[in-house]
C-alpha cells in the first residue's frame, strides 16, 4: 500500500515532449511507474520513450483511463495545464514547475478541492511510492521498501534523509515533496493525514525548513490528531537573521517561521526532532524498538 500514487494509478505527463519531461519519463518507466501516456498540445499521435502522447489531458484521458498527472510545463502554462487535468477528471497532479505565481497556485488549489482532487506541489521534487512507482524527479536509487513516511519541502534533504533511512534499515512506504513554495496545493497536515490512515505505514518523518508557518500549524494537528509517532528535522537553524533564503517559501514574519519557533512547537507536540538529519534513525530506533 501507498499513499497519492497507488497501483491503480495511471500516469501521464504533461510536457512530456520537453527536454525534462522525456527524461524524467525513462527514469519513471525504469522504475515501473504506469506510465500511459503523454500531453503535448500539436504532437499528438507522436510516441516519447514508447510512451504515446496526445494533444490535450481529455484525449489522453478518454484513451488510457489515466487518473495521475505530473506537469512539467512551463510557470507562465503550467496553472492552465493543471486546470485543463482537473477538468480531464484527473484526480492526483504533481505540479514540479517552480516560479508559478502564487495566485495562480491558491486558484488551483481551490479548482482542485471542487473537483476531489489532490496536487502537489508546486515547485516540488513530486512523490515516489517504494515499489510502485514515482510521479517528479526524486531518484530511486536512495529508496528501499518498508514502512516509514517521509514529508519534505526540500528536494535534496528529501533524497539525503531518505538514503539515510535506507543505510539505517528503515524502508519507506511513500516519500512526498510538498514543495518549497509559500502555498503549497498539499500541506504538510494534509499529507500527514494519508499517512495517517495508511495502514502500511508505521510513522512518518517531517522535513521542514526556515519560512512560512507550516510546520508550526502542522505541529498542533499532531497532538490532536496524529497518532503514529512522527519524526521531524527542521533544516536553517544557523540562517542568518534577515538574508533571503532560496525558497519562495523561506519568508520569515517576526519570530514566526523561523527553524527555532518550528522547532519549539514541534517538540512542545510531542514530535521527536533531530539536531541533523544523520540523527533520525536513532531517534526512529529509541522511539520504535
Do not use: W
Amino acid at each position: 500500500m501507498a499513499i497519492y500514487l497507488t497501483k491503480e494509478s495511471r500516469v501521464i505527463i504533461q510536457g512530456i515532449t520537453g527536454r525534462v519531461g522525456s527524461a524524467q519519463a525513462g527514469f519513471a518507466l525504469e522504475y515501473g511507474t504506469n506510465l500511459v501516456g503523454g500531453v503535448s498540445p500539436g504532437k499528438g499521435g507522436q510516441f516519447v520513450r514508447g510512451v504515446p502522447v496526445f494533444n490535450s489531458a481529455l484525449e489522453a484521458v478518454n484513451e488510457t483511463g489515466a487518473n495521475a498527472s505530473v506537469v512539467f510545463i512551463p510557470a507562465s502554462g503550467a496553472a492552465e495545464a493543471v486546470v485543463e487535468a482537473l477538468e480531464a477528471g484527473v484526480k492526483l497532479i504533481v505540479v514540479i514547475t517552480e516560479h508559478i505565481p502564487a495566485r495562480d497556485s491558491l486558484m488551483t488549489r481551490a479548482k482542485a478541492r471542487e473537483k476531489g482532487a489532490v496536487i502537489i506541489g508546486p515547485n516540488c521534487p513530486g512523490v515516489l511510492s517504494v515499489g510502485i512507482g514515482k510521479m517528479g524527479i526524486m531518484p530511486t536509487g536512495v529508496v528501499s521498501p518498508g514502512r516509514i513516511g517521509v514529508i519534505s519541502r526540500s528536494g535534496t534533504l528529501s533524497y539525503e534523509v531518505t538514503a539515510g533511512l535506507t543505510a539505517a534499515g528503515f524502508g519507506q512506504s511513500t516519500i512526498v515533496g510538498v514543495g518549497g513554495d509559500p502555498y503549497p496545493c498539499a500541506s504538510i497536515m494534509e499529507v500527514l493525514a494519508a499517512f495517517e490512515r495508511d495502514k502500511d505505514t508505521d510513522a512518518t518523518v517531517l522535513i521542514g525548513e526556515v519560512g512560512g508557518d507550516g510546520e508550526e500549524r502542522a505541529a498542533a494537528y499532531i497532538k490532536t490528531r496524529i497518532k503514529k509517532p512522527v519524526f521531524a528535522y527542521i533544516a536553517g537553524r544557523m540562517a542568518p537573521e534577515g538574508k533571503k533564503m532560496g525558497h519562495a517559501g523561506a519568508i520569515i514574519h517576526g519570530n514566526a517561521g523561523t527553524a527555532a519557533s518550528k522547532i519549539t512547537a514541534l517538540k512542545n507536540n510531542g514530535v521527536k526532532v533531530a539536531s541533523t538529519p544523520v540523527e533520525l534513525p536513532d531517534l526512529i530506533r529509541s522511539a520504535m524498538f
